[in-house]
């Protein structure tokens, strides 16, 4: 589903001089739920964003769903966009937008019809377990049903990947096991799922397949049971 081979990224305005990427090396599979760890900086969020395609690569070669974004051309950017859901830490909803209205707009942004909005719409909110709220704005609700609208609006097109970013950033302790359960269902519906976190105890509690990103390169992967430690951090050059 997502594959990522020797893909390196340096971005220009790095205030690090060093890069972001180093030789990523990634096989996810189809309905897989992934977790990503690492300090903040490791290189998380650029992964994603190779995934995503808001960044490009330095180098590497990405596939995704069955594209290979060698081939990717402008005008298929939409088209991966609706393959691809993401949630991030802020929700990133529109104020003035009722619950029902936020997620209906991701529909109509896609030229879904109206047909096709009044049908999806409620499922969507209905998985997230938000219904009777369809009417309430952003500001009457809590952070995790906020949370809860941004998951719908990404899954309302039925994504077959699901890229949550930090999505419990925001949110207290138990507020955040509702959202990461969410993703778990979703994940069960048949939606690969790629996670990012800091918090450990979500780690531990998952017990899904754990990736640690440290210094630009994937330093543990729980699946394969590799532990490669970065050669700078065993003192070699
Ligand atoms: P994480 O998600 O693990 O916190 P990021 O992928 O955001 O890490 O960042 C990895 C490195 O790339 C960091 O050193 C960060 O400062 C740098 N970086 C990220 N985005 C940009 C950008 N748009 N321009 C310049 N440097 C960036």
Redesign the pocket.
């Known amino acids: 589903m997502i594959f990522l081979e020797n893909v390196s990224?340096h971005?220009?305005?790095?205030?690090?001089g060093?890069?972001?990427?180093k030789n990523i090396n990634l096989n996810v599979g189809a309905n897989e739920f992934v977790v990503?760890v690492?300090?903040?900086?490791?290189?998380?969020?650029?992964?994603?964003?190779m995934i995503t395609r808001e960044?490009k690569p330095d180098k590497g070669k990405i596939i995704v769903g069955g594209i290979d974004y060698a081939d990717l051309r402008p005008r298929h950017i939409p088209f991966l966009r609706r393959k691809i859901g993401v949630v991030f830490q802020d929700f990133k909803l529109l104020p003035k937008r009722t619950v029902f209205e936020n997620v209906a707009f991701a529909m109509e942004i896609a030229g879904m019809t109206n047909r096709e909005i009044k049908q999806s719409v409620p499922k969507a909110i209905e998985l997230v377990g938000l219904t009777g709220k369809e009417s309430s704005f952003p500001h009457q609700l809590s952070g995790g049903e906020r949370q809860r609208v941004s998951i719908a609006r990404s899954v309302v097109r039925q994504p077959k990947i699901l890229i949550a970013?930090?999505p419990t950033g925001n949110l207290d302790v138990r507020h955040s096991w509702d959202i990461v359960s969410l993703l778990e269902k979703i994940n069960n519906c048949g939606t690969t799922v790629l996670l990012?976190t800091h918090n450990m105890e979500i780690v531990k509690k998952l017990k899904r397949r754990v990736i640690i990103?440290d210094n630009?390169q994937i330093v543990f992967d729980k699946r394969t049971g590799s532990v490669e430690i970065p050669q700078q951090r065993r003192g070699l050059k």
Request: net charge positive; proline share 3%; hydrophobic share 25%.
């Open positions: 990224k971005y220009s305005r790095s205030k690090t060093l890069p972001a990427l990503l690492g300090s903040s900086g490791a290189g998380k969020s650029t992964i994603l964003k960044e970013d930090e990012t990103v630009g």
